[in-house]
């Protein structure tokens, strides 16, 4: 029997520091995000209200390398999320992620967007909130269609949302058989309020 997940986490960050800097702190940082988050949460927010700067070498050396470690696995947490980001903070992340290639959601005023993403992957994640609020679960094929791209072609992209945290994909059957994934956007407003 499968284990029931945990409730969403927060990591409030500025309880570390307001000024976040050095690679030594980001190591003791993501550290202790790794040990604080619980077992079998599928939701984790890192919550960035109250820091008032970040050096691109605390960035790197904390989301770089949480967000490396996540992507192309299936494991939990399925969904990360960034929040309370002022402007700074915000284009210091996004330079960070760049140079990895990585993107990661945030979620801001109840809306959520993606930070360093490329406009084709910006395109697709607006779509796949569209077909989410449209229909829910969707498939590769729906957003093909929609993006006049092969299914492959959105398959990838989706992938990638997937790495990052800002989609879900989930195992399901397809209509004439073998194997299909369905992908939901996450409920983030939901683990917001847990600090």
């Keep these: 029997m499968k284990p029931e997940p945990a409730a969403p ?4 960050v500025a309880k570390v520091k307001d000024f976040l800097t050095t690679r030594d702190l980001a190591k003791r940082t993501l550290r202790d995000l790794q040990d604080e988050t619980p077992e079998n949460t599928e939701t984790v927010i890192i919550d960035f209200d109250g820091v008032v700067a970040m050096t691109i070498s605390f960035a790197d050396e904390f989301l770089g390398e949480y967000y490396s470690a996540l992507a192309g696995r299936d494991a939990l947490p399925a969904v990360v999320a960034l929040t309370g980001l002022h402007e700074e903070l915000r ?6 992620l760049q140079r990895r290639d990585l993107i990661a959601a945030e979620e801001r005023l109840g809306a959520v967007t993606l930070l360093a993403a490329s406009n084709v992957i910006t395109e697709t ?3 796949a909130q ?3 609020r449209r229909v829910g679960a ?3 094929m729906n ?16 992938k990638k949302l997937v790495s ?3 989609l879900i994909r989930q195992h399901g059957v397809a209509e004439r058989g073998g194997k299909e994934f369905t992908y939901v956007l996450p409920k983030l407003a939901a683990a917001t309020p847990h600090k």
């Design 143 to 158: 957003a093909a269609s929609q993006l006049n791209i092969s299914a492959p072609n959105a398959n990838n992209r989706l």
């Design 138 to 140: 969707f498939t590769a």
């Design 9 to 12: 986490f927060t990591f409030p």
């Design 130 to 132: 569209e077909l989410a």
């Design 125 to 127: 994640f607006e779509l």
């Design 164 to 166: 990052a945290r800002a």
């Design 91 to 96: 284009e210091t992340i996004d330079i960070c």
